[in-house]
């Protein structure tokens, strides 16, 4: 099936350091959605962008539904310990009512 | 309080055996949907479902079968006929046609290993 291109696949940075992660899609998308999970646990929904050019915060965490609508990106300032998790983006295929999945960002962050 | 439930957590079978994983959500939700993931790996559809008494094959329904009989639950088989079926099974939820927000929600997961 369709997977969604994200990067980086993994990233280690500092306690304190800003985060960016991205996701393209060969579609277009009128529902962007960010999850994170962690170890045996189901993912968590965290942001969800509605149209093109929207930028949504949820507290540290920002992401931008792109202008063309195959893209979004996620944003993570002054990381912390429990930010460490696999964050996922998510397109939905509107003509199917599929979710469509990135390759997941492993995020490791080292107090 | 609204959710997705999954159980069991963890469940074992022995090869060969049936077996059936729940999922219940009270989000009043029309859209469910199951999903595989398999250590280090991405999520892979199994099967979805928009509304009570209908399904749709994902990407990887061989070995797998549904039924959606109510609303609120979306029971998983995994057959014998599945070739590898240790694996996490991922319940989710979206409201689809009962409203313009189409969010989707996951439940707990259930880690099933077939001995």
């Known amino acids: 099936g369709q997977q969604l291109n994200q990067s980086p696949q993994s990233m280690f940075i500092q306690e304190g350091e800003d985060v960016s992660m991205n996701c393209t899609s060969s579609?277009?998308?009128?529902?962007w959605l960010w999850y994170k999970q962690e170890p045996g646990e189901g993912p968590v929904l965290l942001i969800a962008l509605y149209k093109a050019g929207e930028l949504t915060s949820n507290g540290r965490l920002t992401a931008q539904f792109g202008i063309t609508r195959k893209d979004s990106f996620l944003n993570i300032s002054a990381s912390i310990p429990s930010d460490v998790g696999i964050y996922f983006c998510a397109g939905l295929d509107s003509g199917t009512y599929k979710y469509i999945f990135g390759t997941g960002t492993r995020l490791k962050v080292l107090a | 309080d609204g959710g997705i439930t999954q159980s069991p957590k963890y469940l074992f079978r022995k090869e060969g055996q049936n077996v059936t994983l729940s999922c219940e959500q009270n989000?009043?939700?029309?859209?469910m949907y199951w999903y595989r993931q398999d250590p280090g790996q991405g999520l892979r559809l199994i099967y979805y479902s928009q509304i009570v008494n209908d399904f749709q094959k994902g990407d990887i329904a061989e070995g797998y079968s549904v039924s959606r009989e109510k609303k609120e639950s979306f029971p998983l088989t995994v057959t014998s006929a599945q070739k590898n079926p240790t694996a996490f099974y991922l319940c989710?939820?979206?409201?689809?046609?009962?409203?313009?927000?189409?969010?989707?929600?996951f439940g707990p997961g259930t880690r099933l290993t077939v001995l």
């Open positions: 989000l009043n939700h029309d859209a």
């Open positions: 579609s277009i998308f009128n529902t």
């Open positions: 989710a939820s979206s409201p689809w046609a009962s409203g313009p927000y189409n969010e989707q929600f």
